[in-house]
C-alpha cells in the first residue's frame, strides 16, 4: 500500500507525474493543436514594426484590462463583424522566438473595450498618441492610466514631425516645447493600428453570433443597428470632437458654432467627412472617414452636427452627399 505520509520518495514522484499530466494537458497538447491552423488566405501577416510594437504591449501589461477576443455571444458584437476564429491569432500567436512562446492577448478583464477591431475603429495615430499620454485629455472620465513616460519634451527647433499635438495648458510646456513621441509609443501605435478584424466582405462570414431571443421569440440581432444621428456620431466622432461637440481645445476643434458645420452650403462639411481634413497647426489630422460610412450614414451625422448643441442649419440632401463621393472618387481614378 502507498504511504504517502512516510513513502518521501513516492510522494514526489506523484507529484511529478501529476504535474507532468497537467502540463502535457494544458500546454504541450494545445500547442500542437494549434501547429494545424492556417491563416486566413489574404490576411496580412505583422511588420516588423507592429512586433515590436506587440513586444510593448505584452511588456505594459495591457492585456490586464484589454481582451482581444469576440465572443460568440450578441453582447459582443460591437467589438466586430462576427465571432472570432483560431486563425485571427495566426500571426500574432507565432513564438516570438526560441525562448519565449507565443504571448496569449486574448485576455480575460476587459476594464478597458475589446481590441479585436480598434485599428478600423480608430484609426487616427494622432488620437491613439494623445490617448496613450493622457486618456483624460480625450475620454474624460477614463480610469486608464497614462503612458506619459514613452514620451519626452523636446525643443520645438529640433523636431517636428512626431511632435505630438496636446493642449499646452494642460501639460505645462514653454512656448518653445513640443512632446515627442518615442520609438515605443510610434510602435505600440503602429500595432494598435494593425489590430483589424479580418472581414469577408463577399462572403458570408463562417460563423454568426448566437443571438439572444427577446420575449416575442424574434431575434434581436439586425433591428438594434443604430441608424440615426446621434448613435453615428458618438461611434465616429466622438472620440476626437467629444459627445458635446466641444472637441478638445488644442487638439481637436470644437463643432459648436464652428462655421463650417454652420454653414447653409454644406459641402465642406461633407468633403471633410469624405476626405479627412488637414488644414491647420494647432489641430491634429482628421482621418478620412468616407470608407467607413455610407452616404445615409453621412447625412444623419451632418443633421446631427447641424441641428445640436445650439448649431441650426437645415438639412443636408442626400443627393449632396452622393454627388461628392462621386465626384471625389472620379478624381482619385483620373
Ligand atoms: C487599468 C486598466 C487599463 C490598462 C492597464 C490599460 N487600459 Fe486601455 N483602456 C482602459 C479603459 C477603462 C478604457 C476606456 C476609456 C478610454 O478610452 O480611455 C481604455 C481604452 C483604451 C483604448 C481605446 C479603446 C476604444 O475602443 O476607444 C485603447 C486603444 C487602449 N485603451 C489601449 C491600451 C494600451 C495600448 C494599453 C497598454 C499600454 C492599455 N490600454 C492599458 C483601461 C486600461
Ligand atoms: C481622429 C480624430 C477625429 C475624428 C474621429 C473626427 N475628427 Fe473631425 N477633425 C479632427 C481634427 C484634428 C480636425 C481639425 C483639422 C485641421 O483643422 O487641421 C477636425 C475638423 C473637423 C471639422 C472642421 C471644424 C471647423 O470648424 O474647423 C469638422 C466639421 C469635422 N471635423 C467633423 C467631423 C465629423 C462629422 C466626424 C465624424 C464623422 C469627425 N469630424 C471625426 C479630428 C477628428
Not at 476587459?110 to 490617448?131: A, C, E, K, M, V
Amino acid at each position: 500500500m502507498l504511504n504517502l505520509h512516510k513513502d518521501h520518495k513516492n510522494l514526489v514522484l506523484l507529484a511529478f507525474v501529476v504535474f507532468a499530466a497537467l502540463s502535457i494537458g494544458v500546454a504541450i497538447m494545445p500547442a500542437y493543436q494549434m501547429e494545424e491552423y492556417q491563416p486566413i488566405p489574404g490576411m496580412k501577416d505583422l511588420t516588423a514594426q507592429e512586433r515590436r510594437g506587440l513586444s510593448i504591449y505584452v511588456s505594459e501589461g495591457c492585456v490586464a484590462c484589454h481582451t482581444q477576443q469576440v465572443r460568440n455571444i450578441e453582447m459582443d458584437n460591437i467589438w466586430g463583424d462576427r465571432p472570432s476564429l483560431a486563425s485571427d491569432y495566426y500571426y500574432s500567436k507565432q513564438r516570438m522566438d526560441i525562448w519565449r512562446q507565443s504571448p496569449s492577448l486574448l485576455g480575460s478583464e476587459r476594464t478597458g473595450p475589446d481590441l479585436t477591431d480598434i485599428g478600423n475603429r480608430q484609426p487616427s495615430q494622432d488620437w491613439h498618441l494623445l490617448h496613450l499620454y493622457n486618456p483624460r485629455l480625450v475620454v474624460e472620465a477614463s480610469v486608464m492610466p497614462q503612458y506619459s513616460w514613452m514620451f519626452h519634451k523636446s525643443d520645438t527647433s529640433y523636431v517636428d514631425s512626431d511632435a505630438v499635438t496636446l493642449p499646452r495648458s494642460i501639460t505645462q510646456m514653454k512656448d518653445s516645447e513640443v512632446v515627442v513621441a518615442s520609438q515605443d509609443a510610434l510602435d505600440l501605435v503602429a500595432y494598435l493600428k494593425s489590430l483589424q478584424q479580418f472581414s469577408f466582405e463577399d462572403n458570408e462570414p463562417p460563423m454568426n453570433f448566437i443571438p439572444a431571443l427577446s420575449k416575442d421569440g424574434e431575434t434581436a440581432i439586425g433591428g438594434s443597428k443604430k441608424s440615426e444621428g446621434a448613435g453615428l456620431y458618438q461611434n465616429n466622432c466622438a472620440a476626437c470632437h467629444q459627445v458635446t461637440g466641444r472637441g478638445v481645445k488644442g487638439a481637436f476643434p470644437p463643432l459648436v458654432g464652428s462655421i463650417i458645420v454652420n454653414d447653409q452650403n454644406p459641402e465642406m462639411l461633407i468633403k471633410i467627412i469624405l476626405v479627412g481634413y488637414d488644414a491647420r497647426e494647432e489641430y491634429g489630422v482628421m482621418p478620412a472617414l468616407g470608407e467607413n460610412l455610407t452616404d445615409e450614414d453621412i447625412k444623419a451625422i451632418a443633421d446631427h452636427e447641424r441641428s445640436s448643441w445650439g448649431n441650426n442649419a437645415p438639412e443636408v440632401p442626400l443627393e449632396t452627399i452622393t454627388r461628392l463621393r462621386d465626384s471625389i472618387t472620379n478624381d482619385r481614378t483620373l
